[in-house]
């Protein structure tokens, strides 16, 4: 991966130094050496079991599947794949858990075992960020810096509402659920497994939670947490598999509530699944977010937060920024500040501390990026990336920023979850509100300008559930995250996330 | 010669553009009067009204909209004692007066809420870091609304006050067969300051407009207490195919309702910004 | 040595560009330039240079920056109670910063008030080391022209390669924006052939704002280098303001082709700060700025923590202060 963070430092100096400056001394070259974070700090087991009833143990039928790391394409270990009658245990071990040991259990115990979870998190730290960058593919710079702390808040905010859910402002005395089953996505997999288990269990619910396929670890190594923390058995479930163990799990009749964070596509479908099954859903979905830079803004954080908002996570974020929307008398400005800030970002391994941008998660991922920047540039856009080495193995692609990008291009309406940004200008505030709301989907915005009315106005006028004004990506358990129209319904984080877990 | 009841639609009162219309029976089987057969087109027709509404009934202070939802009651007091004589002949129920009055209680308690929810939905959030961070409650948008098939003013309005009050707009399919309520209280409405397309009353058969509204791309969210358990799985089906928020809520409606319809048709909106120098 | 001092050459302006001659006397015009300038969101700015410090900078890359870094360290003594034995023990530092390795380059200047010019002056002769010398009443700034003019004409008669002056925080803090900007062209004129660091007082400035507007307007007014502080008040350099007076010579470079350095004083006493401030320097202006001649860094404990951690990255051994002079 040294490789390719030279090469790239390399066309960084050229790109320094054709940005026009006088004869002088040249600058002397300085790179950094490459600074990996030590493997050694988790053990990747070569086999994993489904976590059912407090135990680790193979499938039924003893099938298993791969999963590799997208850096490398090396297979990091076999995981059981949860079938049918796996799913149905899990259901069973989490209805058992829930009607004679978690359910009557006073919030105030049930708090202590989250508590117990949230501060493992945080002293094992290091072992779930190493193991989160080689599931995901992610730079350990984010795991270790935003995933895993933000994992472990939510489990120290959660714990403790569940003894003070009477103040919640959802009546006297709301009761859970029952069991949920949650159906989480790859690209923040450990995160994701604490938005849905710690406001559901400090609600006093039992969960069974199925992770992606691409990205299983953590979530294992979280059952593990689970487990060393005297969890009592069947309260939290780990059935590990595909999209089939996904859709035996939300269709099953035991489970009361079903949780959902991915795509818009199989969002409907499992909505229409539950449907007249009397199941409660809550369904975090796609976006394609505006993030809206007008004349006005404070350039260099813009540049920051454009970056932030398109490129943290290689794009793999619902609520990424993907649709830059600036005011046409400073697009030419901002867009090569922009192109000239992309030359300092680092690609490649995800280990390395000083990677900025590290691998997509998987070839099927990787085919989808591809196909629609194509589309992109047959539609008539400009693209452009920053001069970059991808390295031999693994699934890479480089920040990508389109110009002279239209509404009606693909690009523009279709969510393409990579690391690609579409550039649209507008005139005024009315143009910009008009074109961020035009889409399908309402799960984010950003507002980039120095006047704070303005920033209220547009606050008020966007339909998005979540709306950052002069920043981008902040993410806290306080605070409630979820989407408008096809980027789902229900929220997580906050007094409101724990509405989706009562019987309200 | 009976009269036919129109539909009521972006605060016009049409005949179905089907010319379809339907007998409505009293309780003890008395014919009272026709009402038009709504058709889809007059469903797709309330949903552009309603979504036509929408951006200043939402962008209007929820003082205004309390305002105009008092006044609504005071005018439904005014006409008690006409509804009271709908009501009875309808149902056949013993005590009208007792159920209107129950009614027009019910439409001021939820116009007293139009000022307080975002204060009992809203927070302000302690983020870790040095952002203000705020979360408001929001209208969904165009709300489609299923009125109960039994309860005809007090189940009605039960289903529509928490939907308006925060600034959705509706589109209301009323009982198929205790209509007549609905249609009075369309006519309430015409003439009070709420604004046209904010509520549309469509009569007819729910089980064939219900299908229209739950498909339909344009309709944020969908109430379906007026159907029948048995048939919420296909309409709830269809409401997948936009992400429709659904809804359904049968309750004895003569008890006191807690907050959870205003709070159900509402979107939770947060906002950062950083606070700094 | 002197550093060599570049010609301003006119490019196409950029929107906010004005021509110097332009901005003399209008306190209205320049007003207007400087508050057109882009604002800066505090937050923001804090959390990229945060993310900044979270460069990994090891092993070869440590260790280069840790040469880089010694050969741009303004070895500084200003106290009142300095003496000619002070300063001359201070200038045989600069020339031989480590005597057991004599492959450690020397500093880049050291830094004196200026009735000591003279003194440091003999003491580097030969070296090619540059002698800088404050002026302008500093640090306050706060005496009439005539006596802060006089200041400097003194330290560059005495042989000052360098001149770092102090800008009126007072006169900017009133929006005297004209009087600031004709100060600035008035020591740059004294100074001739010496090149003129402008000391913003970036802790007294208070904002980010402020920062780039005062960055903005000394470097309009003929500046070589921005400097962040006097290291008399706290705060004096911070990530922060580092960044945004990265930002700004970057910027004016490119709107003028005049690239003016920046100097980092106050606060900096470890190789890890150090080091952070050069990540700032290669991502925010940019490799270019990688050298003595367009970074600096106003140091005193600095020079022997950037030796001790050469030594470790050298012999695998951590250092003992013992082992390091104190001059």
Redesign the interface.
Known sequence: MAKASRAAEAAGQAAALARGSEPGPAAPVWQYAPAPESRDVVSVEPEYGLFVAGAFRPAADGRTFATVNPATEEPLAQVAAAGPADVDAAVAAARSAYEQVWGPMPGSERAKYLYRVARQLQERSREFAVLESLDNGKPIKESRDVDIPLAAAHFFYYAGWADKLEYAGFGPGPRPLGVAGQVIPWNFPLLMAAWKLAPALAAGNTCVLKPAETTPLTALLLAEVCQQAGLPPGVVNVVTGAGDTGAALVSHPGVNKVAFTGSTEVGKEIAAAVAGTGKKLTLELGGKAANIVFDDAPIEQAVEGIVNGIFFNQGHVCCAGSRLLVQESVADTVVERLRQRLTTLRLGDPLDKNTDIGAINSSQQLARISELTQAGEAEGAERWSPPCQLPDRGYWFPPTVFTGVSQSHRIAREEIFGPVLSVLTFRTPDEAVTKANNTPYGLSAGIWTDKGSRILWLAQKLRAGVVWANTYNRFDPASPFGGYKESGYGREGGRHGLAAYLDV | MRKTYKLYIGGAFPRSESGRSYPVHASDGTLLAYAAQGSRKDARDAVVAARKAFGSWSGATAYNRGQILYRVAEMLEGRAAQFAAEVSATEGTADAEAEVAAAIDRWVWYAGWSDKVAQVAGAANPVAGPYFNFSVPEPAGVVAIIAPAESSLLGLVSVIAPVIVTGNTAVVVASERQPLPAVSLAEVLATSDLPAGVVNVLTGRPAELAPVLAGHMDVNAIDLTGIDPAGRQALEQLAAGNIKRVFYRNEPWATMPGPQRLLSFLEIKTVWHPAGT | MTV?I?TV?RASP?PWALQPGDLATSDAALRQLLHGL???????????AAGLA?????????L??LD?AVAMVDLTTLEGADTPGKVRAMCAKARQPDPSDPAVRPVAAVCVYPDLVSVARQAVAGTGIAVASVATAFPSGRASLAVKLADVREAVSAGADEVDMVIDRGAFLAGQYGQVYAEIQAVREACGPAHLKVILETGEL???DNVARASWLAMLAGADFIKTSTGKVTPAATPSTAL?ML?AVRDF??TT???VGVKVAGGIRTAKDAIRY?VLV??VA??????P??FRIGASTLLNDLLMQRSKQLTGQYAGADYFTLD
């Open positions: 060599g570049e050459q950029a882009p604002g800066i969101d505090e937050v923001g700015a804090a959390q990229r979270t460069r990994s900078i090891k092993k070869d890359a440590k280069q920056a880089m208070a904002t980010l945004v930002a470079e490119q082709r005049r690239r050069l290669n991502e940019g490799p270019a700025w990688l050298t001649q367009y």
